[in-house]
């Protein structure tokens, strides 16, 4: 049965304007604005989920949404290069850097590969259909609907792009070219193996236009 799976990325935060590999970093007073004007935006859905991080729980509250942690959209583990900022580590290691982006199998800094990222969440997407609209909260108001096989999830970039990789069957390097901003969502629809992506779209006009 094909199932649609929304993913939103969450708002902006100092860690991701820093470029810090960000751990459990809060949304700060600016990317909590974005969402909250973002919220009417927001498409209905039969099960609502969120990634287990400060910045996707607080984004998902921001948008009017009450939904349920998914450790499985928990965001990348990057040992211990978490809390420190790209140019930090490119310069204190650039052979492990080197060997991150070039080996989908190397994790260097002790946490997990891209390879493990993107098979963890894959496999989270092609069980997706499974509890799609099987009682989950709905955001925005309205009872959960059984009927409904949709599932809106806030996910970080990395999961997104995880998943776009996993979907479209594309090699794994190819997580490198995607580029997913904060609050804008993107839509997979089909089942395990035959999936069909709708590329991001912002869910408010950028501030300022």
């Known amino acids: 049965m094909t199932v649609r799976v929304m993913l939103v990325a969450p708002a902006m935060n100092a860690a991701l304007r820093e470029a810090r590999f960000d751990g459990d970093a809060p949304l700060d007073r600016a990317g909590e604005r974005?969402?909250?004007?973002?919220?009417?935006?927001?498409?209905?859905?039969g099960a609502v989920l969120s990634g287990p991080s400060e910045r996707c729980l607080g984004t998902a509250a921001a948008l009017g949404l009450t939904a349920r942690a998914e450790p499985a959209l928990t965001g990348w583990d990057l040992g211990r290069?978490?809390?420190?900022?790209?140019?930090?580590?490119?310069?204190?290691?650039?052979?492990?850097?080197a060997a991150w982006i070039g080996d989908p199998s190397a994790a260097p800094h002790g946490g997990e590969s891209l390879r493990a990222l993107v098979e963890r969440v894959g496999g989270w997407l092609d069980g997706a259909g499974a509890?799609?609209?099987?009682?989950?909260?709905?955001?925005?108001?309205?009872?959960?609907?059984?009927?409904?096989?949709?599932?809106?999830?806030?996910?970080?970039?990395?999961?997104?792009?995880?998943?776009?990789?996993?979907?479209?069957?594309?090699?794994?390097?190819?997580?490198?070219?995607?580029?997913?901003a904060p609050l804008v969502l993107t839509e997979l629809s089909g089942r395990s193996g035959r999936w069909n992506v709708r590329l991001g779209r912002p869910l408010a006009a950028p501030e300022g236009s």
């Open 34 to 45: 974005s969402a909250r004007a973002a919220a009417a935006a927001v498409p209905r859905s």
């Open 81 to 97: 290069w978490t809390g420190r900022r790209l140019d930090e580590v490119g310069a204190a290691e650039p052979d492990a850097v």
């Open 131 to 180: 509890g799609a609209g099987a009682g989950d909260t709905l955001g925005a108001g309205g009872a959960p609907d059984a009927r409904d096989r949709s599932v809106l999830a806030v996910a970080e970039p990395a999961v997104v792009r995880a998943a776009v990789v996993h979907a479209l069957a594309l090699p794994v390097e190819a997580f490198w070219r995607l580029d997913v």
